[in-house]
């Protein structure tokens, strides 16, 4: 398997636009969870889905974030509208089972300006 | 859960064992200790975990002491390629659904 796949790896917006960011889990893995990492305020857990469901979206900082997972294969975070303090890398990660193994992708590098 | 302080950065020869502390001594009796690393630019990558016994698997060595308060992380032929943040992490949660990330160590692995 190729691991976690997320895109873009790189990407920058204006202020006011929206972004999305895409995540392809590993094929079989029920668990996805999007992280934000900044300087400030280091990894933080957005969200988390069990078998396409969202679970606990209690890290999400604003209404203007949100996300879904349309099936097994993929899932998305939006942000609308964005601000320059959205400017972080975002990590999808996913996970067989309720286990502390997580595989983390790449990254996506957000800079909004 | 409880927290966990870590040196900030070290270093350690190629080819030698790097000895990674964390101190944990809140922690309570259902908590775990986690250990991920994280490569300049990557994702976080899982190394270990345990929860009063020793672990060891292909990647390094976990040694808690027996009040459980401290940890240790053993890389026991560390390479350039490990110089990475290492993050000790305690959760009571089974899963990465509640890890929570510090500042973690930065090591440095010299030629």
């Known amino acids: 398997d190729a691991g976690v796949i997320q895109s873009p790896r790189h990407e920058v917006t204006e202020m006011g636009q929206e972004v999305t960011l895409r995540c392809k889990p590993i094929?079989?893995?029920?668990?996805l969870f999007w992280y934000r990492q900044t300087m400030m305020r280091g990894l933080e857990l957005l969200i988390y889905?069990?078998?396409?469901?969202?679970?606990?979206d209690s890290g999400m900082p604003e209404d203007r974030f949100s996300a879904k997972m349309p099936n097994a294969s993929f899932s998305t975070l939006k942000i609308q509208p964005s601000e320059p303090r959205d400017s972080a890398v975002y990590f999808c990660?996913?996970?067989?089972?309720?286990?502390?193994?997580?595989?983390f992708g790449q990254g996506t590098r957000l800079t909004v300006v | 859960d409880a927290k966990t302080t870590q040196p900030p950065s070290m270093d350690c020869a190629e080819g030698r064992a790097a000895n990674l502390p964390c101190n944990h001594s809140?922690?309570?009796?259902?908590?775990?200790v986690y250990w991920y690393r994280q490569i300049h630019s990557q994702g976080p990558q899982y190394i270990i975990h345990?929860?009063?016994n020793n672990e060891t698997n292909e990647m390094a060595s976990l040694i808690i002491t027996e009040d459980r308060k401290s940890s240790t992380l053993i890389l026991p032929h560390a390479t350039l390629r490990d110089t990475a943040v290492y993050y000790c992490?305690?959760?009571?949660?089974?899963?990465?659904?509640?890890?929570?990330f510090g500042s973690g160590t930065q090591l440095t692995v010299l030629p």
């Open positions: 990660a996913s996970s067989l089972g309720w286990v502390p193994e997580a595989f």
């Open positions: 094929s079989g893995h029920d668990y």
């Open positions: 889905f069990n078998n396409n469901v969202p679970i606990d």
């Open positions: 809140t922690i309570s009796g259902n908590e775990y």
């Open positions: 345990g929860l009063k």
């Open positions: 992490i305690v959760s009571s949660s089974g899963s990465a659904r509640q890890l929570t």
